[in-house]
C-alpha cells in the first residue's frame, strides 16, 4: 500500500507567478484535502476534494483553486504568488472523509 | 468554528522520561487524530481517536469526547521522539475541515 506522495519537494518561485503543486493519494482513498502550514503554526485548511468535487474550502483566496483527477490525484494551483505564499503545504488523504487522513512529506515553497 | 488548545506548547525531557500532551477542544468532534511532525515536515500519523484508549508500543491516547479533551501520552521517551506534536479535530456536521492546534515541541535530550 503505497502512502501519500507530494511533488515537488521544494521549490523557489518570484513574486506574481503561478504554481502547481501535485499529489498522489493512498491507494483506496477517494478523498483528498490540502493545507498550508507558515514557520512555527499549524496547518490550515485550504480545501478539500470527495469523487473530483470540491466539498469544503478554508478562508483563502480564489487565487488559491485545485482539481480532482478520476484516479483522485489532486493538483493545488496559486495564482499571483505572493511573498506570504511561501510555506510547506501538506496534502492529505482519506477514505470517505470519515475516517483518519494521511499526510504527505509536503512541498516547500519559497517565494522571492 | 471549533477552537483546539494544546498544552504544554513546549517541553523539555531527559531521555527515559514520561510526558503527558494535553488537547482540549470547544465542541463535538467526529474525528480526532495525533500527529508527530518530524523535522523534515512530514507529519505522521500517531492515532486515529475520536473516543476511547488506544495504545501502539511506548505511545497511547486517550480521548474523552463528552468532556472534549484528549491526552497523548509517551513513556520512556527516546531522543527520535522530538519535534512538533499536533493534534487534530473535525467537528461534528463538517464534512471536510481538520482543524489542528497550535502544537506541543518536544524535545528529548540526553
Known amino acids: 500500500e503505497t502512502g501519500v506522495t507530494q511533488s515537488p519537494t521544494h521549490l523557489i518561485k518570484t513574486r506574481g507567478q503561478q504554481v502547481t503543486l501535485r499529489c498522489s493519494s493512498q491507494?483506496?482513498?477517494?478523498?483528498v484535502s490540502w493545507y498550508q502550514q507558515a514557520l512555527g503554526q499549524g496547518p490550515q485548511f485550504i480545501f478539500q476534494?470527495?469523487?473530483?468535487?470540491?466539498?469544503g474550502r478554508g478562508n483563502f483566496p480564489p487565487r488559491f483553486s485545485g482539481l480532482q483527477f478520476p484516479n483522485y490525484s489532486s493538483e493545488l494551483n496559486v495564482n499571483a504568488l505572493e511573498l506570504d505564499d511561501s510555506a510547506l503545504y501538506l496534502c492529505?488523504?482519506?477514505?470517505?472523509?470519515?475516517?483518519?487522513?494521511?499526510f504527505g512529506s509536503g512541498t516547500r515553497l519559497t517565494v522571492v | 468554528g471549533i477552537q483546539v488548545e494544546q498544552s504544554p506548547p513546549d517541553l523539555i525531557l531527559q531521555e527515559g522520561a514520561n510526558s503527558t500532551l494535553r488537547c482540549n477542544f470547544s465542541?463535538?468532534?467526529?474525528?480526532l487524530q495525533w500527529f508527530h511532525q518530524n523535522p523534515w515536515g512530514q507529519l505522521i500519523n500517531l492515532f486515529y481517536?475520536?473516543?476511547g484508549t488506544k495504545q501502539n508500543g511506548r505511545l497511547s491516547a486517550t480521548t474523552v469526547a463528552t468532556e472534549r479533551y484528549s491526552l497523548l501520552y509517551i513513556s520512556s521517551s527516546q531522543t527520535t521522539d522530538s519535534g512538533v506534536y499536533f493534534c487534530?479535530?473535525?467537528?461534528?456536521?463538517?464534512?471536510?475541515?481538520?482543524?489542528f492546534g497550535t502544537g506541543t515541541r518536544l524535545q528529548v535530550t540526553l
Open positions: 465542541d463535538s468532534v467526529n474525528n
Open positions: 481517536i475520536p473516543s
Open positions: 476534494y470527495y469523487r473530483e468535487e470540491e466539498n
Open positions: 487534530a479535530v473535525k467537528g461534528v456536521g463538517t464534512a471536510s475541515k481538520l482543524t
Open positions: 491507494s483506496g482513498h477517494n478523498t
Open positions: 492529505a488523504s482519506s477514505r470517505e472523509s470519515i475516517y483518519g487522513y494521511t
